[in-house]
């Protein structure tokens, strides 16, 4: 592409603000550089560059481009990201994602069933929080993925929902903390710090309706946020903090000493599987079909 190449040109002579080290990194001649960088100036009707005796600087014009190149080439590379992963979805990768409990639960054995009927396949596995993960499905970045189902959605987001069961909120601790041998009410809760695993984070709400709600319960509340299953344990053990989770967690965090202090049965969920509206792959049904057998017989 003309422009690809006009830009990458332009971009290196930006970042060494010499013609000879651009030409040097780009493995062309400095007159052919040279002359591909007075070219581009002539098409944009502005000088880009002031020359200098050691080099070469921006002009207003030229930081005013080099944004608008970066910008360009960063699309151009996220297109042929998205063009290769389509061919190699027409030889039946499958991109799923996940949350770490449904992945220890029965994910992990669908993956493995899946990859023993269809050895030449390729796996993408993201994992992440129900809107993160909503976000990526609706711009096509994975095909499904399974996680709580998402009550406040935008109309705009064009998913199908199949639910295979229900959970509820449990509260877990480390086994050195005081409220490891359990509570019978649930105020005592609010005296500890609060571990929120995986939080949804703003730039994803654009998948709700009317956006990420306010909690004001954390505005004066020690809190803490991590993006990882297995870091919240370290900090369970670290800390007197305590940890909402999914309640079929148990087994698997028990492994780690972290145990549940409370179960909040008025709390449930519905988790299911999440794919795009109108969208057939066998690869997906497969899964699909995978998926729910396994849930099915544990």
Not at 65 to 89: C, I, S, T, V
Not at 193 to 199: D, G, H, N
Request: hydrophobic share 35%; with cysteine; net charge negative.
């Amino acid at each position: 592409m003309a422009l690809n190449k006009s830009i990458k040109y332009f971009l290196a002579v930006a970042k060494h603000g010499n013609i000879k080290r651009a030409s040097d990194e780009l493995f062309i001649s400095q007159p052919s550089l040279t002359s591909a960088i007075k070219k581009l100036e002539v098409e944009m009707g502005a000088p880009l560059f002031n020359r200098l005796s050691k080099g070469v600087e921006l002009t207003p014009y030229g930081n005013k481009f080099r944004k608008f190149a970066q910008e360009q080439q960063e699309q151009y590379f996220a297109l042929k990201h998205q063009f290769n992963d389509m061919q190699q979805r027409q030889f039946g990768k499958v991109k799923i994602g996940t949350g770490e409990v449904w992945w220890e639960g029965f994910v992990r054995q669908s993956v493995a069933d899946y990859q023993a009927s269809n050895p030449a396949s390729s796996f993408h596995l993201e994992f992440g929080n129900n809107l993160s993960l909503l976000h990526h499905l609706v711009q096509g970045d994975i095909d499904l993925f399974i996680g709580h189902e998402v009550l406040d959605l935008s109309e705009s987001c064009r998913v199908v929902f199949q639910p295979l069961f229900q959970d509820y909120e449990a509260i877990y601790v480390s086994k050195s903390h005081p409220l490891a041998t359990g509570i019978s009410e649930p105020s005592t809760l609010h005296r500890y710090p609060l571990l929120r695993v995986t939080p949804n984070h703003p730039r994803h709400q654009s998948v709700l309706a009317n956006g990420l709600p306010h909690d004001t319960q954390f505005d004066e509340r020690i809190t803490y946020d991590v993006d990882s299953v297995m870091a919240s344990m370290d900090m369970l053990h670290m800390t007197q903090a305590i940890m909402p989770y999914s309640h079929k967690a148990s087994d698997w965090l028990e492994k780690h000493d972290i145990v549940i202090a409370y179960l909040d049965k008025e709390k449930v969920g519905n988790i299911g599987i999440y794919t795009k509206q109108g969208e057939n792959k066998s690869s997906v049904e497969a899964l699909v079909q995978l998926l729910t057998s396994n849930v099915n017989s544990k």
